[in-house]
């Protein structure tokens, strides 16, 4: 494999010199998370000065940051420097709530083309790409983050956002378009609806790299999407967030997109994976928890160890990479939320674990959905069925492999319901599949209609 870089001095640097500029940096964020009014207020409740962090394990120490105290903070956030010196604001999808805006220097949006030229260029790809940009723009910072990485680095770009489904199936074959960034979901929607319009995704694109993030990316999904496309396509995952400043916090290289695992740029960040019950820090490899973010570069909204609530885990070579990029550290892809997880007759259940086996049985199509029945104060779910389109229409024995093969994987017996194609929702940014009764009998209405005998089933003790 070749290894290119964006900035090689940073990205090639030894660990000891990228833990001695983290230990700067923060300093000098501390410095100016003084000036903003929660944190100040926050340091001295705990009786700490900024000068006070000498080493970089004394974060612990520190608060934490999350979205409920960033909302409560709205309009403007955590802003350490005046409103004449923001250039733009972005906010949060509000996927969860209220949307919270985020503010950027001039110098913040530099470095978010710097960091984003830092991914593309691992993943692979050169000013003679042609790339046809899916995220989402308006308010989002991900479609504009991605415009500048690729301008940065000279590629011929289609700012064409997610939508336009059958545009984007002849633009891809008719401009010889090399490069897609969007997220799994769409680019799984492409193919269906490619394949649909008699267009074959392996033969007739010229895609040679996907750059995927906005959602959890399974293994399985993984290897769906490089079957449908043309030999040596490379599924690369970049991740990030509003709050860290864009979707470039970590990125694959080449080696890290066969592993399911990418590089956080360490001279930008400052990571933690916790034990989300006890936050305790996890060092062992291949132990999920999450993960808490320091920004250490940021100029109008400096965040000090943010909640992500994203789960991820140490891998092995952490800080041995083939790629030389060993002073930024390695964690594994996004496999969850902490606010995702779903408790179903007293067992957890992750999104992310039901895609994987959805996506790696054969016959099952793009559209899948998990309904739940919530209980009373609508915390948890007390009971889940897996609706999930087949290829082949509805087929019994495939609704029957499928219920085998997550009982396997779960330890808990979920329904399947069997649906044609094209019964459920798509999704062209990020997918819902965590959906209420109640709402898919709005979004689904003859599919929902089957619910009612399969509840009934999963009622009957015999059959849990």
Known sequence: MTTTYWSAEVE???????????????????????QVPHYRAEFERLGIEPGDVRELSDLRELPFLDKSVLRSLQPWGIQAVPLREVARFNATTGTTGLPCNIGFTRGDLARIGELGARNLTAMGVRPDDIAWQCYGYGLWIGGSSLDRAYEQIGTTTFPAGPGRTSLAVERLRDLGVTVISCTPTFALLLVERAQEAGVDPRTDWRLRIGIFGGETMS???????????????????????????????????????????????????????????????????????????????????PMLRWRTRD??????????????????????????????????????????QVEDVVCATAGTGAGWQLVVDEDPDGLRATEATVVVEMAGGASPDAAATLEARLRDRLGIRLPVIAVGPGELPRYEGKARRVIDRAEFADVAPAAAVRLGTIRDRAADPVAR
Not at 12 to 34: F, M
Not at 232 to 254: I, K, M, S
Not at 323 to 350: N, Y
């Open 219 to 301: 293994p399985a999904a993984t290897a769906r999407l490089r079957e449908a496309m043309p030999s040596g396509f490379q599924a690369h995952n970049t991740y990030g967030t509003t709050e860290l400043g864009g979707p470039f916090v970590a990125g694959t290289c080449a080696y890290g997109a066969e592993q399911g695992a990418f590089h956080v740029w360490a001279d930008h960040h400052v990571i933690e994976i916790l034990d989300p019950a006890t936050d305790e820090p996890i060092t062992e490899p291949g132990v999920p928890g999450e993960l808490v973010v320091t920004s250490l570069q940021r100029e109008a909204s």
């Open 311 to 352: 789960l991820t885990s140490w891998v092995p070579d952490s800080h041995d990479c083939p790629c030389g990029r060993r002073a930024h550290p390695k964690i594994s892809w996004i496999s969850g939320r902490t606010d995702d997880v779903l408790k179903v007759r007293g067992s957890l259940v992750m999104p992310s």
């Open 12 to 34: 090639t640097a030894e660990p000891e010199q990228i833990a001695q500029l983290q230990l700067r940096l923060l300093g000098d964020t501390l410095r100016a998370c003084a």
